[in-house]
């Protein structure tokens, strides 16, 4: 087998969420380039990664894993540590293994955090977490940070998500890092099919996010308790169970939908809500494409997504009084739709995929990249 110009890396390809998206913007970013990865299950991730190039450690054997991922944490860091990459230049995606791949080339990473299980367990665990998933971080822990920070500092560059992360990179492994967004991937001129549980075309609010303890999705669930307004809830996770015996008989919960169900939430709803610590904030973009606003936590990435005033509001607390005010003052505003989607519109794959390339540029050097095999596969023109 040739060596490979590029290989895109990758954590797991288990399940579909942002940084999923990502990879495949950068599949199309760097055509042909193989993705290497820990775990790679086919059902429970973007149907597109079926007609790419999918390289898996030996872990991918054990079907539980694939389904279960996270139950692989004790051995993620010993399969990435032996797997070897050979490649002029590996761009690995990353938010806490994949930047453990040994590469015989150049290595760039594209951050969505540091861990957030190791350097930040209380608000990623919440208060749902299992005495035994405590446990196994705390005798880990102190090991898998020393490898943690060992595997960043064999990268040649860091590329960051969002300016909270870059701050998060520089406090936790001392590497000043660029800023590269992340892009949309919606066209909202696709087929929009209305998903089977919603009966009617009623207005409602919409939360997409992965229910996990850190999205504050009960503190939606709670706020809509007092409102006479639906919440539509999209997402799967293990706060699902908890979430549906909280929730009031206006909130609705949806998972494993099609991209045209995707598009008509989007496009019939009034506004997304987001209460999530999160790391960048893909939502409010998402919505943007059809010109709905956001109404979002006022922290981390939402701050770069979000134009205040003109494409969102924010509360300041995951709290569901903030959120219940938040999304009464917004039906209070005038909303420019034509304004929401062109700043969407700055959030592009082809956006994306240019800046990644002049960082990857300015960061390795002309001579890394501009002028070699590697760049001229790269990204597409």
Same mark, same amino acid.
């Given at each position: ?7 895109? +890396?990758? #954590?797991?390809?288990?399940?579909? $969420? =942002? ?5 495949? +913007? ?26 790419? %190039? @999918? ?29 070897? /990459? ?18 015989? &080339? ?31 971080? $705390?005798?880990? $822990? ?13 990268? #040649?560059?860091?590329?960051? @998500? ?5 701050? *998060?990179? *520089? %406090? ?14 919606? #066209? +909202? ?8 549980? /919603? ?22 669930? %709670? ?9 539509? !809830?999209?997402?799967? =996770? ?17 998972? &494993? ?13 009034? +506004? ?8 960048? =904030? ?15 936590? *006022?922290? &981390?990435?939402?701050? #770069? ?17 903030? /959120? ?15 304004? @929401? ?18 960082? /990857? %540029? ?7 990249? &501009? ?7 790269? !990204?597409?023109?």
């Amino acid at each position: 087998m040739s060596r490979p110009p590029v290989v895109i +890396a990758h #954590d797991y390809l288990t399940q579909r $969420g =942002g940084a999923e998206k990502v990879v495949l +913007a950068l599949a199309k970013g760097f055509p042909g380039a193989p993705i290497q990865t820990t775990l790679y299950e086919a059902a429970g991730t973007y149907p597109e990664f079926r007609d790419l %190039d @999918i390289r898996t450690t030996q872990l991918n054997r054990f079907g539980f894993l694939r389904r279960n991922h996270r139950f692989a944490l004790p051995f993620l860091a010993r399969s990435v540590s032996r797997t070897v /990459i050979d490649a002029d230049l590996t761009v690995v995606s990353s938010s806490g293994w994949a930047h453990g791949f040994r590469t015989t &080339g150049k290595k760039v990473v594209y951050c969505y955090s540091p861990a957030r299980w190791l350097y930040q367990q209380d608000v990623y665990l919440g208060d749902s977490a299992s005495l035994a998933q405590r446990l196994l971080i $705390g005798v880990l $822990g102190p090991w898998l940070r020393r490898w943690d920070r060992r595997q960043a500092r064999s990268a #040649d560059a860091y590329i960051a @998500i969002s300016t909270v992360v870059q701050q *998060r990179i *520089r %406090d936790t492994y001392g590497i000043d890092a660029t800023v590269v967004h992340a892009p949309h991937s919606y #066209d +909202a001129s696709g087929e929009q099919s209305r998903p089977s549980a /919603i009966d009617d075309d009623g207005a409602f609010y919409l939360c997409i996010s992965r229910l996990l303890p850190y999205k504050n999705v009960d503190a939606v669930v %709670d706020a809509f308790r007092e409102l006479d307004h639906r919440l539509v !809830v999209v997402g799967a =996770g293990p706060e699902e169970e908890r979430l549906r015996s909280r929730a009031s008989a206006n909130v609705t919960f949806l998972k &494993g939908l099609t991209d045209s169900e995707m598009r008509w939430l989007y496009a019939h709803c009034e +506004a997304v809500v987001a209460a999530s610590y999160e790391d960048f =904030g893909l939502t409010p973009i998402e919505a943007g494409v059809f010109g709905k606003p956001a109404i979002a936590l *006022r922290w &981390g990435g939402f701050l #770069d997504t979000i134009s205040e005033g003109t494409t969102g509001t924010y509360f300041d607390a995951p709290l569901p009084e903030a /959120i219940g005010e938040a999304i009464l003052a917004s039906r209070t505003r005038s909303w420019d739709p034509e304004a @929401i989607r062109r700043h969407a519109a700055t959030f592009s794959e082809e956006n994306f995929l240019k800046k990644l390339r002049i960082a /990857i %540029d300015r960061a390795m050097g002309a001579e890394a990249t &501009g002028g070699s095999r590697s760049a001229d596969h790269a !990204v597409a023109r």
